[in-house]
């Protein structure tokens, strides 16, 4: 008996040890992607800047070309600030370095702006994006953050979903607390693919098929500014049907 129990012991450490290595190689193999992907992503706008800033040095060029190159150069270097922004709130986040800021928000409004921001993305597949946030709902949150949350989260239902569908997001006061919801008629995702969703670099095999970029780490910043606000977020989802993320709020 004791040598049995022994043999059973060591085989379930075995196992436990080996299963647990699984877990961090692959922890580790979804970070080096996501690395080579920032890299990749980071070199294509640097290209452009040094390209269009050679140009205009090397060349007497025309007024509006001249115009046009600099615009370029502003905007991809934009874009580049935006991602190291990205990058480093992640790790303040999930340092616990990042500090709410809340003030008194106006949710149809919040929801608004964040509408005619992703409008240029929406147009581009004809998708229908629509608004149906309530007046008068009102919570105190961070406002900055939770943009931050309903822009990326209404940016990969347009992302994820094939043109001509709609996008809707829409929002509830309940007692106690603001319920506020994304959905879409998009590619959706199977039960275990909802339960990995919020790792750090997770993607969807689906998603990676359907050709848009990312790097599957919005939503984990999403879930980690919604825990911030002690608020949940929730996942209801069918392949090839659509997602509807729904977010709860403490309205305080
Ligand atoms: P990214 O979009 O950059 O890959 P996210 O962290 O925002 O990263 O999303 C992680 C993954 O979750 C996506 O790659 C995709 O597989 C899946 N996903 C997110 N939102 C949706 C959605 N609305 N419909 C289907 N899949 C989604």
């Given at each position: 008996?004791?040598?049995?129990?022994?043999?059973?012991?060591?085989?379930?450490?075995?196992?436990?040890?080996?299963?647990?290595?699984?877990?961090?190689?692959?922890?580790?193999?979804?970070?080096?992607?996501?690395?080579?992907?920032?890299?990749?992503?980071?070199?294509?706008?640097?290209?452009?800047?040094?390209?269009?800033?050679?140009?205009?040095?090397?060349?007497?060029?025309?007024?509006?070309?001249?115009?046009?190159?600099?615009?370029?150069?502003?905007?991809?270097?934009?874009?580049?600030?935006?991602?190291?922004?990205?990058?480093?709130?992640?790790?303040?986040?999930?340092?616990?370095?990042?500090?709410?800021?809340?003030?008194?928000?106006?949710?149809?409004?919040?929801?608004?702006?964040?509408?005619?921001?992703?409008?240029?993305?929406?147009?581009?597949?004809?998708?229908?994006?629509?608004?149906r946030v309530p007046e008068q709902v009102r919570l105190k949150a961070d406002a900055?953050?939770?943009?931050?949350?309903?822009?990326?989260?209404?940016?990969?239902?347009?992302?994820?979903?094939?043109?001509?569908?709609?996008?809707?997001?829409?929002?509830?006061?309940?007692?106690?607390?603001?319920?506020?919801?994304?959905?879409?008629?998009?590619?959706?995702?199977?039960?275990?693919?909802?339960?990995?969703?919020?790792?750090?670099?997770?993607?969807?095999?689906?998603?990676e098929q359907s050709g848009e970029t990312g790097t599957g780490i919005g939503l984990?910043?999403?879930?980690?500014?919604?825990?911030?606000?002690?608020?949940?977020?929730?996942?209801?989802?069918?392949?090839?049907?659509?997602?509807?993320?729904?977010?709860?709020?403490?309205?305080?």
């Open positions: 008996a004791a040598w049995l129990a022994l043999l059973g012991g060591g085989a379930f450490r075995y196992f436990f040890v080996r299963r647990s290595l699984q877990a961090s190689e692959a922890a580790t193999r979804r970070y080096q992607q996501a690395f080579h992907f920032v890299a990749h992503e980071m070199r294509t706008p640097l290209t452009a800047i040094q390209g269009s800033s050679e140009l205009i040095s090397r060349y007497n060029l025309p007024e509006a070309k001249r115009r046009e190159l600099s615009d370029m150069i502003n905007a991809e270097s934009r874009r580049l600030a935006r991602m190291i922004t990205t990058f480093l709130d992640v790790e303040k986040l999930s340092a616990g370095q990042m500090e709410l800021r809340l003030s008194e928000l106006d949710l149809a409004e919040l929801a608004d702006a964040c509408c005619r921001r992703a409008a240029p993305l929406a147009e581009k597949k004809r998708i229908l994006l629509t608004n900055e953050l939770l943009e931050y949350a309903l822009y990326n989260l209404l940016t990969n239902a347009v992302k994820y979903s094939p043109a001509e569908t709609e996008v809707v997001i829409g929002a509830a006061a309940e007692d106690g607390a603001v319920r506020l919801w994304v959905t879409d008629q998009g590619i959706g995702m199977d039960e275990s693919e909802v339960k990995q969703l919020f790792q750090k670099f997770y993607r969807t095999k689906r998603a984990s910043i999403v879930r980690q500014i919604i825990e911030l606000h002690e608020g949940s977020i929730h996942v209801r989802s069918a392949p090839g049907k659509g997602s509807t993320f729904t977010v709860v709020l403490p309205a305080r």
